[in-house]
């Protein structure tokens, strides 16, 4: 006798700035992160959950832009009301952040819009009483992430950043003319 197995699909989603997407069903969300901020929400008891694309902190001012969504509050009011249209309760919600890394060399850390993202993201969400799971921010590495809406999975992997690169290329370099120096005959002098 042959059992039929029926495998759920899972779709795939890339979402960009300003944009989020939540899912009943199986789903994989997946962005790419710079300074922005990517906050993936789950009600684990429903598995349903979503992820959104946060480009500034605060929120729009009415009338000032036509995607409010970019902002951090609207971004995050639109998530949490779109995943509880689909079932899911606002008080069972849990977070993963990720993002606010530094990619602009000029501009100091602390001066960052990475690090003011990450700052008033995490004071939001502690201000909901929504629990962040765990996170990884700042740095000066982008991120691709992907979220598994039904599991609460993230799968990230760091791209290094065009700082990094130069600082590595001339370590190697100064490497190098260190190595042809010290390779260097030189004269001896014996003390006795």
Same mark, same amino acid.
């Given at each position: 006798?042959? &059992?039929?197995? @029926? &495998?759920?699909?899972?779709?795939?989603?890339? $979402?960009?700035?300003?944009e989020y997407h939540a899912s009943k069903r199986p789903a994989v969300i997946g962005t790419l992160l710079g300074s922005c901020i990517a906050v993936c929400l789950i009600d684990p008891v429903e598995s349903i959950g979503g992820m959104n694309h946060i480009l500034l902190p605060g929120k729009a001012s009415i009338g000032c832009c036509d995607d409010v969504s970019r902002?951090?509050?609207?971004?995050?009011?639109?998530?949490?009301?779109?995943i509880m @249209?689909? /079932?899911?309760?606002?008080?069972?919600?849990?977070?993963?952040?990720?993002?606010?890394?530094?990619?602009?060399?000029? $501009?100091?850390?602390?001066? /960052?819009?990475?690090?003011k993202n990450a700052e008033f993201v995490l004071q939001f969400l502690e201000l909901e009483s929504i629990p962040v799971l765990s996170h990884d921010l700042g740095g000066v590495n982008a991120r691709r $992430?992907?979220?598994? &809406?039904?599991?609460?999975?993230?799968?990230l992997r760091r791209i290094p950043s065009a700082r990094q690169q130069a600082v590595r290329a001339g370590e190697l370099e100064m490497q190098e003319r260190l190595?042809?120096?010290?390779d260097k005959a030189g004269e001896i002098t014996l003390f006795t």
């Open positions: 006798m042959k &059992t039929a197995h @029926r &495998t759920r699909e899972v779709k795939h989603v890339s $979402i960009h700035i300003g902002y951090a509050v609207n971004s995050m009011e639109l998530l949490i009301n779109n @249209r689909l /079932g899911g309760k606002r008080n069972l919600l849990q977070a993963k952040v990720f993002g606010g890394a530094n990619v602009v060399p000029c $501009i100091s850390e602390e001066n /960052g819009m990475g690090r $992430i992907y979220f598994r &809406t039904d599991t609460g999975e993230v799968f190595r042809k120096e010290v």
